[in-house]
T-cell receptor, first 109, second 114 residues
């Protein structure tokens, strides 16, 4: 079966750095997405990786290793507004998105 | 209005009621989706429409009935629901011709079935 694993919850301190991991086993691979979802709001697109390596976008970076079935989202200079759930999703060989259950990130002052 | 809008934002209905959820996208996209989001579970894809044609129906019970009259509007008709259908229902759209064609989500309808 297809599976996306990510930690259920993480806690970090304001101003610090946090890395949220995602491992996947899917039938085929056509890209990996990270979304941010604040409580009670819509998921919003953060990043897309289809080739191995690091994609940097401001305070957020996303890394992909296709051979290891692994990605991480790196958040730097954490702010209180970064408290949210972070969803990892993989597009499979049928171009359907397979979603992880999300990682709830709690930022403490 | 911009992006993807959904109405109503909250809905409480009894098991014998009939109601409809509405989604509208203002992005000129050609694909629209219905998802169910339950607490601590992955997003569950329910239906996909591409250029108004339904291309995916992931074994969703018949008490959920989608309708896509045009590429900007999507409805989810609900009847004789069960308490376990209580969840956040998210609509999304995407442009299938873009490189990554990420999905843009609406704010969702929080459904409670009593």
């Amino acid at each position: 079966g297809q599976n996306i694993d990510q930690p259920t919850e993480m806690t970090a301190t304001e101003g610090a750095i946090v890395q949220i991991n995602c491992t996947y086993q899917t039938s085929g691979f056509n890209g990996l997405f990270w979304y941010q979802q604040h409580a009670g709001e819509a998921p919003t697109f953060l990043s897309y990786n289809v080739l191995d390596g690091l994609e940097e976008k401001g305070r957020f970076s996303s890394f992909l290793s296709r051979s290891k079935g692994y990605s991480y989202l790196l958040l730097k200079e954490l702010q209180m507004k970064d408290s949210a759930s972070y969803l990892c999703a993989v597009r499979d060989s049928n171009y359907q998105l397979i979603w992880g259950a999300g990682t709830k990130l709690i930022i403490k002052p | 209005e911009t992006g993807v809008t959904q109405t109503p934002r909250h809905l409480v209905m009894g098991m014998t009621n009939k109601k409809s959820l509405k989604c509208e996208q203002h992005l000129g996209h050609n694909a629209m989706y219905w998802y169910k989001q339950s607490a601590k579970k992955p997003l569950e894809l329910m239906f996909v429409y591409n250029f108004k044609e339904q291309t995916e129906n992931n074994s969703v019970p018949s008490r959920f009935s989608p309708e896509c009259p045009n590429s900007s509007h999507l409805f989810l008709h609900l009847h004789t629901l069960q308490p376990e259908d209580s969840a956040l229902y998210l609509c999304a759209s995407s442009q299938e011709t873009s490189a990554s064609y990420e999905q843009y989500f609406g704010p969702g309808t929080r459904l409670t079935v009593t």
